[in-house]
């Protein structure tokens, strides 16, 4: 009897040991697989557009690491993109699966603010919240924020939003004079009450 307890206690302790070395491992490759989702990340041109059938870049990358996702789908990032992927991951690199869309140039989103109707559906639309505006009042683009990622054309009712190149855009407001702008109506408002 004394014979089967030894037994049972070494073969508990063996358990024990495996378990926390199994757990030391797991947190392990944890960390190595989240810093490769950060490289990977890093690379992504962070347009949050979608057009790789993910939801932003980090998921998309998530699933790069994974193995769930190719290299070759972000049309944002283009052929440098899928070429620094390919680098980091030490696999060859593809052309761009234009099934996802085509590389352009930077884009930036332009209201014309004149035909605006406030529906706020850009606004829900963006994934940078680069978009500011009031209920049934005209809305305008933060062009420091906006990525041109195209999400917020399709819901506008009215057809008032641009894409024009990023470097010729003549941004409508920037994130500096939205400060000073909001600073100016709460100061507004403070004389009004």
């Known amino acids: 009897m004394?014979?089967?307890?030894?037994v049972?206690?070494?073969?508990?302790?063996?358990?024990?040991?495996?378990?926390?070395?199994?757990a030391y491992a797991d947190s392990r490759w944890q960390?190595?697989?989240?810093?490769?989702?950060?490289?990977?990340?890093?690379?992504?041109?962070?347009?949050?557009?979608?057009?790789?059938?993910y939801p932003g870049c980090r998921?998309?990358?998530q699933a790069i690491a994974n193995g769930e996702a190719d290299i070759n789908q972000c049309p944002p990032g283009g052929e440098d993109g899928i070429r620094q992927l390919a680098m980091?991951?030490?696999?060859?690199?593809?052309?761009l699966d234009t099934a996802?869309?085509?590389h352009k140039p930077p884009l930036l989103a332009v209201i014309n603010e004149a035909q605006c109707i406030g529906c706020k559906l850009c606004i829900q639309a963006c994934p940078v919240d680069a978009i500011v505006g009031a209920p049934k009042r005209m809305h305008t683009i933060i062009?420091?924020?906006?990525?041109g990622c195209e999400l917020c054309l399709p819901p506008c009712p009215v057809d008032c939003i641009?894409?024009?190149?990023?470097?010729?855009?003549?941004?409508a407001i920037t994130a500096d004079y939205l400060k000073l702008s909001n600073a100016a109506v709460r100061q507004l408002e403070g004389r009004a009450a």
């Not at 049972?8 to 199994?22: N, P, Q, R, T, V």
């Not at 062009?143 to 990525?147: K, L, R, S, V």
């Open 8 to 22: 049972s206690l070494y073969l508990l302790l063996i358990a024990c040991f495996a378990g926390i070395a199994l």
């Open 100 to 102: 996802h869309g085509e």
């Open 143 to 147: 062009a420091a924020e906006c990525t």
């Open 31 to 53: 960390a190595r697989d989240a810093q490769l989702v950060d490289q990977i990340n890093s690379i992504l041109p962070q347009t949050q557009c979608a057009q790789c059938d």
């Open 59 to 61: 998921p998309y990358a």
């Open 88 to 95: 980091l991951l030490d696999v060859q690199p593809k052309p």
């Open 162 to 171: 641009d894409l024009v190149p990023a470097d010729n855009a003549q941004p």
């Open 2 to 6: 004394l014979e089967v307890l030894t």
